[in-house]
């Protein structure tokens, strides 16, 4: 059997897609049970109940929402350019789900054990912008366009700021492999030497998924719904699944940058005893709760400050600590590599 | 053979993108073939085991600069009438730059030669498995080359704050918040409180409400606190004032809700 799965050209192919569901089935079904926790949980914060009619606590709530979606009739724009309006829901979700090859769930264990694994995060995280940009301009709606522009420019910005925080955490691991950085925490998580970059990097999590106080490509206040307004049925259900799918990336890139992967919290025997995936998961739900208490917390931002935060604040700041933390590194000879 | 069909695939996405580019009616089309065409560079590249390159292109081409290409070719009102009439006058021009650029490509590739020392330029960090080429890369960029590279950066430099300097406009009309003045404000130096008789009115007043220091003055920039400032507020002194009507008992404010 095993032969089969590592030495037969069939049988490779076959193990990729077998380890591909291993990672997309339990994520999508996190994405469907995110949607509910979300409303729950949010529901619980403002002392109401949430979805409690579908299944015992409202648990089939989000197939009831997935079926209605499916059901829905499919809305193209007269003035649409009708490839690019169908291509970028697609584009948004698959996008939120390539990036998953490469987060290892336990020590080498991961669909893509790649050297420049931070990178290719980095890449796929940065595309994000297109299906956004491509749907409010392909709708033909001013609306669409309007938020459609503003999440680019506020995604490209924290992008720089999430580069910076990243950079500071590559010198202290000298590799760009997601294995090495999570097993450079053996000792201590970086979210504690590196608590302020842990902060800024979270942050600008929130303002790259487009979350509250964050959310102002939504903006329904004055752009409806922002740049996905024309968009209806499945096409809409994508950026919805895409969305929500970036926030278990972002939260993943969180666990595994600052709070140590799959290691768990002291090496020694009570904790040792649960499973490496299952600390991931952990890790990764404890970060969108935080997502979610957020946005149930804060209300939204200004777009200048919110350029502002991103430009003068964080910006200044991550570049300042980037160059202090290599300066502490190189005086105490901690810097990993060393002259090589 | 399987990397030579993969290579044979992202080559020939490649030319028939970055012809798209050309040949595409709609700048935006034209903006997402080069994005392509940039994918399957950096696919290339992955083929010949430049892994950090690849992942580079696509950061920095695809991630930032093509998206401000379609920032900017967005927002352009598209005339597809006068672009077919210009096709027709640019034509010439293009064929000529195009025909001078094909004639420059042959003569230099007829007259390529490979450097004689090419052994020891290419093996300045000798290449193992257990080296990654992030780190090969980075030897060779700040070992043997570091000046070149500082002087990369400091052309960029130059770059950028030439922008800045070409783009930044400081408009008088602007309404910029400075948050080290609204938090300097108190409610002495913004709000006066003045007793107006019941059932009369404001008419004592000037006849409306508004505030203090008028808006368009004191949104300006730099000018708060100056001479000119102060003139202005004298004029609007002699003018209006602010009027806040306390009401005679606590409860009376609640009217208004």
Known sequence: MADFFFHTL??????????????????????????????????????????????????????????????????????????????????????????????????????????????????????????????????????????????????????????????????????????????????????????????????????????????????????????????????????????????????????????????????????????????????????????????????????????????????????????????????????????? | MMTQLVFYVFAAVLVLSATMVVCARNPVHSVLFLILAFFNAAGLFLIAGAEFLAMTLVIVYVGAVAVLFLFVVMMLDVNFTRMREGVQRYAPIGGVVGGVLLVELIMAFTHWRVASNIDQIGHIVPSSPARTNTAALGDVLYTHYIFLFQSCALVLLVAMIGAIVLTLRDRPTGRRQNIDRQHDRTAADSLEMLQVPLGVGVAAQGGFLRPHESYDVAAVPGTYGTQAWREREMEEETQTALVVITPATGTKGQDNA
Not at chain 1, 63 to 81: R, Y
Not at chain 1, 306 to 322: H, T
């Open chain 1, 10 to 340: 069939l049988g490779q192919l076959v193990l990729i897609v077998l380890e591909t569901l291993a990672v997309l089935v339990p994520l999508l079904l996190g994405v469907a049970y995110l949607t509910l926790a979300e409303r729950k949980v949010m529901a619980a914060m403002q002392l109401r109940k949430g979805p409690n009619v579908n299944g015992p606590f409202g648990v089939l709530q989000a197939f009831a929402d997935a079926i209605k979606m499916l059901t829905k009739e499919t809305v193209i724009p007269s003035g649409a350019n009708r490839m690019l309006f169908l291509f970028a829901p697609f584009l948004t979700f698959s996008l939120a789900m390539v990036a998953w090859a490469v987060i290892p769930t336990g020590n080498g264990l991961a669909i893509a054990n790649i050297n420049v694994g931070v990178l290719y995060l980095l890449a796929i995280s940065s595309l994000g912008v297109y299906g956004i940009l491509i749907a409010g301009w392909a709708s033909n709606s001013k609306y669409a366009f309007l938020g459609g522009l503003r999440s680019a420019a506020q995604m490209v910005s924290y992008e720089v700021s999430i580069g910076l925080v990243i950079v500071s955490v590559l010198l202290a691991v000298g590799s760009l492999n997601l294995n090495d950085i999570v097993l450079a925490q053996r000792h201590v998580w970086f979210c504690l030497p590196m608590f302020p970059m842990f902060i800024v990097f979270f942050i600008s999590a929130l303002a790259e998924t487009n979350r509250a106080p964050f959310d102002l490509p939504e903006g329904e206040s004055e752009l409806v719904a922002g740049f996905f307004v024309e968009y209806s049925a499945l096409a809409f259900g994508l950026f919805f699944l895409g969305e929500y799918a970036n926030m278990f990336l972002m939260s993943g890139m969180v666990s595994i940058l600052f709070l140590g992967g799959w290691l768990p919290p002291l090496g020694i025997a009570p904790f040792t005893w649960i499973p490496g995936p299952l600390w991931l998961i952990a890790k990764i739900l404890f970060c969108l709760f935080v997502f979610i208490w957020v946005r149930a917390t804060f209300p939204r931002y200004r777009y200048d400050q919110l350029m502002r935060l991103g430009w003068k604040v964080f910006l200044p700041f991550s570049l300042a600590w980037m160059v202090l933390s290599a300066g502490f590194l190189m005086v105490t000879g901690l810097l990993p590599g060393g002259a090589g």
